[in-house]
């Protein structure tokens, strides 16, 4: 009964944790995607600058995400999500130098790669915490998107950060259904409980 206790009372307080890192990602995700439909669309270096940001942000996010659940070490996925985010975020800089196109080339093969393995971290993750369904529709999903992206960037049409911005606006939703998830998980935990 003891052991039970402990591994429920471990899986609400990483799930605690896991709720509060959605929220901030959808929270992230959201406000970059606002921008880049408003400032950005229209400002070109804050557009460079939040193109470059992005990739650094997921990189960071991941970092955190896989110190609070056990370490890097412990965590394979989660470390080479954050190598590859911080590489992206240095090819992003030197593609701007380049093209738009070249620019949405990085991102396509950063979305195939970093959406791998955000598939493979919520596929661990459903054991201990459940309700990962979303982050694993999620990375799927950004995987599709990254082929799709890597084939935009051959094209001669105009591309600008508007295009990248419904990958993004994709993942806050995700992050949010993921966080709303866990919650109401949690609250069907403790009803049982509650009732004892």
Do not use: C, H
């Amino acid at each position: 009964m003891s052991a039970q206790m402990n591994d429920q009372s471990r899986a609400l307080s990483s799930n605690a944790w896991l709720k509060s890192y959605y929220f901030l990602r959808f929270a992230v995700s959201a406000a970059w995607v606002a921008l880049a439909f408003t400032v950005a669309n229209s400002s070109p270096p804050v557009a460079a600058v939040m193109l470059v940001a992005y990739p650094a942000w997921d990189a960071l996010a991941n970092y955190v995400d896989a110190q609070r659940s056990g370490g890097l070490r412990r965590n394979k996925s989660q470390l080479l999500n954050f190598a590859v985010s911080i590489i992206t975020a240095i090819a992003v800089a030197i593609a701007l130098g380049r093209s738009m196109n070249a620019v949405l080339a990085v991102y396509g093969v950063w979305a195939v790669v970093s959406g791998l393995f955000q598939l493979l971290t919520a596929v661990r993750r459903w054991k201990t915490n459940g309700a990962q369904w979303a982050m694993i529709l999620s990375g799927a999903q950004s995987a599709l998107a990254g082929l799709f992206f890597v084939k935009m960037s051959g094209g001669t049409e105009s591309i600008g950060i508007v295009d990248v911005a419904p990958y993004a606006a994709f993942g806050a939703f995700y992050f949010l259904v993921s966080a709303v998830w866990l919650s109401v998980g949690d609250v069907l935990r403790k009803s049982p409980q509650a009732a004892n």
